[in-house]
């Protein structure tokens, strides 16, 4: 259960990105406040900072190319990084998904 102010965010990464966190699976952040895109990364990099940059840009946080943001079967990659996230992803319910995108044909 999270504290007053905090949610407990479930996150999903690709599996390079798992691999270079040394994770297994999917993981939980504890965000503090208004659980949207930008305090998701926020604490995702926080608790795991060898992920800073790979997500998005060091410098300016923003989306890096190639690298797509989903929850409840949305594709969020073009939302306003401090748009609220779904009332399931803020509670736990849903994950909060971060793909790597596929280019050619």
């Keep these: 259960m999270s504290a007053p102010g905090r949610s407990t ?3 999903v990464l690709p599996s390079p990105l798992r691999a270079m966190a040394g994770l297994d699976k999917e993981i ?5 406040g208004e659980v949207t895109q930008r305090s998701v990364l ?11 940059g790979t997500i998005r840009g ?5 989306r890096r190319p190639f690298v797509r943001f989903f929850a409840c079967e ?7 990084p401090d748009t609220p996230l779904p009332a ?8 909060y998904i971060v793909l790597g995108a596929m280019a050619g044909g």
């Excluded at 939980?28 to 503090?32: F, G, L, M, S, T």
């Design 9 to 11: 965010v479930r996150v």
């Design 88 to 95: 399931a992803v803020a509670d736990g319910r849903e994950p």
């Design 74 to 80: 949305e594709d969020l990659s073009h939302d306003d």
């Design 58 to 62: 060091r410098h300016d946080a923003v």
């Design 42 to 52: 926020g604490a995702l990099e926080a608790a795991y900072p060898m992920l800073l």
């Design 28 to 32: 939980a952040v504890e965000v503090e």
